[in-house]
């Protein structure tokens, strides 16, 4: 078998298969815990994003840099002076996953606004667990509806998809007899 039928192989079980769908949701709850739990703790803990960024930017000079200059020149001159404003989304954007992911409610989209956030957090030079939830919110993008399968996803997405207008097909034009 040649690697591209293996590749939709693999594809369509997790789109389609029910053992993918309850594998892919036990993911998608902790994930979405994880995400939760991190968004609180920060909303509780009164997170200020002041001293990772000034960490982050640290770690962008030296003989091993560990930051992109490109990332840093961002930190330093568009994130550190908007600190007030990623002190509100960073909480509200781990929150947010978190909840959507537990309730499998947007699932697909959840997963992807989640591993942009684990990747600007291993572009500012923190490792922890990004990798580990990068892999497997790849996992939740690539499995798409049926990552969301077992949640409020299985009632939202068919109702959304009722109030989008119809597609009309035009008919096929019957060939004309030249004379």
Excluded: C
């Excluded at 990332?71 to 994130?79: D, E, Q, T």
């Excluded at 497997?136 to 109702?159: H, K, S």
């Amino acid at each position: 078998m040649k690697m591209e039928e293996w590749e939709n192989l693999f594809n369509n079980w997790l789109r389609k298969n029910p053992i993918a769908m309850w594998l892919l949701t036990v993911v998608r709850v902790y994930l979405g815990y994880t995400w939760l739990k991190g968004g609180i703790n920060k909303w509780i803990g009164g997170f200020d994003a002041g001293g990772f960024l000034k960490g982050a930017i640290a770690k962008a000079s030296g003989e091993h840099p560990t930051v992109q200059d490109w990332w840093a020149a961002f930190l330093k001159h568009g994130a550190l002076p908007g600190v007030k404003l990623f002190n509100i989304l960073i909480p509200l954007g781990e929150t947010l996953v978190g909840l959507a992911l537990l309730l499998g409610t947007f699932a697909t989209f959840a997963a992807l606004m989640g591993m942009v956030m684990n990747f600007a957090f291993l572009l500012s030079g923190s490792i922890s667990v990004n990798p580990q939830m990068i892999l497997l919110e790849m996992f939740l993008v690539v499995a798409a509806a049926n990552a969301g399968r077992i949640g409020l996803d299985y009632w939202m997405m068919p109702y959304l998809r009722s109030l989008l207008p119809k597609k009309q097909t035009i008919p096929a034009s019957t060939p004309q007899k030249s004379m």
